[in-house]
């Protein structure tokens, strides 16, 4: 029986995002599937290649959040969020331009 560590509401969704990593030179493709305040469950193919902290981008928001793995199972990953998320037309690092157009 798992217990359930989630702080906050869990809230389904089907939305397309990215994995951001390597000093934002690598970028794969991901599906969120539930997020909640804290954190997200994602599936993306090849999850077991994802390093175990990175950046998710979310278009909806357009925003950058710092994440760390949590779980991995089979080609899904939770993702509990680490940092502030950083709005991509308010930041002034140069590295982050690039996702204003994706």
Known sequence: MSVEQRNGLR???LRA???VY???RYIVDCVV???SPG???VRCD???EIP???FIYDPTEQS???AEVMWRRDNELGLQFTADPIYIHESHDPRHARFRFM
Do not use: N
Request: glycine share 8%.
């Open 39 to 41: 954190g997200m469950r």
């Open 22 to 24: 390597g000093d934002y």
């Open 33 to 35: 599937r539930d997020t």
């Open 52 to 54: 175990q902290e990175f």
């Open 17 to 19: 995002a990215k994995i």
């Open 11 to 13: 809230r389904r969704t």
């Open 64 to 66: 950058l959040r710092r």
């Open 46 to 48: 090849h999850s077991h």
